[in-house]
């Protein structure tokens, strides 16, 4: 198959190396460079790193124009794949090959349809991901399934880990739905069942609320961990939290406060409590959780939401 390949960031390259590998990809699609760093240095995607290895040319747009439609059109592709590009692709753009887009998407369509799947399949307590293969159509992740995998996820896994192991499964999912369709054998499923919809994460997701219980804020550490973060509001001010673990007992029996437990940094919520394994307070580098609470004289009170700055 002479195949047009749509990405961005780390998680569509393992796909990229295998397409390349069984079939002739003409052209990689990926983002402009952006700014990585406290420098901000302008740096190419990952995606577009492996295709520069890989002797591939590169398409760098972050909203692909009538112009790149023809470019691509231009090239005579078979198919198109996408994983994580980051940007709709509209007509003629979905016209451009000779069988249409394909996107890998993180979730059991149609569930979580939109910009954060894998993350609003942890937010929403659901111990199993998923991942889809489906024909692009001008609606949000609305087209036909090809092929569809369910993986389970660990008691403590977060979004970021799962997201690179469900990358490396994503693999075979998406190999499997382009050789049936160079074969003629794909058989385009019209998605069944009531959508729900997955918006793009902000800072304000992040917020983990102490007064509340056990499993929600678990949840929530977990589907916005590393992106966008976890958070907490404190009385010396926002303290992001990079790590912590639930723990089944502990002495301190107040809810929403942070104190150390011999050499555990405990935090309390409404009917459960957590291990701060590392944290980063308001001003200073990352650290261990029991060492900023023993610089703050071992007990600090947390906020509610809405509290705080």
């Not at 796909?15 to 402009?32: K, M, N, Q, Y």
């Not at 995607?45 to 972050?62: F, H, K, Q, R």
């Not at 996107?103 to 998923?130: D, K, M, V």
Request: charged share 20%; with cysteine.
């Amino acid at each position: 198959m002479k195949i047009v390949f749509a990405g961005s960031p780390e998680v569509a390259v393992p796909t990229l190396l295998a397409l390349s590998g069984a079939h002739d990809v003409l052209a990689v699609l990926t983002r402009e460079p952006a700014p990585v760093g406290r420098r901000r240095t302008l740096t190419p995607t990952p995606v577009a790193a492996a295709a520069e290895e890989l002797g591939i040319p590169v398409i760098e747009s972050n909203r692909p124009d009538d112009e790149i439609a023809e470019r691509i059109a231009g090239l005579a592709p078979d198919l198109g794949v996408v994983i994580a590009y980051g940007a709709l692709l509209r007509r003629p753009m979905l016209d451009a090959p000779k069988h249409g887009w394909v996107n890998l998407h993180f979730s059991l369509l149609p569930r979580h349809r939109g910009a954060s799947p894998l993350q609003s399949t942890i937010l929403a307590g659901e111990r199993e991901a998923g991942l889809s293969v489906f024909r692009l159509v001008p609606a949000l992740d609305a087209g036909d399934i090809i092929v569809q995998a369910s993986s389970p996820l660990g008691p403590d896994e977060t979004a970021g880990e799962a997201l690179s192991r469900l990358a490396h499964e994503g693999v075979g999912t998406v190999v499997t739905a382009v050789n049936h369709i160079e074969a003629g054998t794909a058989v385009f499923t019209p998605q069944a069942g009531e959508p729900s919809y997955a918006p793009k994460l902000t800072r304000e997701h992040g917020e983990l609320d102490f007064t509340r219980d056990a499993a929600s804020l678990y949840a929530r550490f977990r589907g916005v961990t590393p992106e966008p973060g976890a958070w907490t509001n404190t009385e010396i001010g926002i303290v992001k939290i990079l790590a912590m673990r639930p723990v089944a007992e502990c002495d301190e029996q107040r809810t929403a406060v942070a104190t150390i437990e011999g050499k555990r940094a405990i935090v309390t919520s409404s009917d459960g409590a957590f291990e701060l394994l590392r944290v980063q307070p308001p001003g200073k580098p990352p650290m261990d959780g029991d060492a900023w609470l023993r610089g703050r004289g071992g007990f600090v009170q947390l906020l509610s939401e809405g509290q705080g700055s």
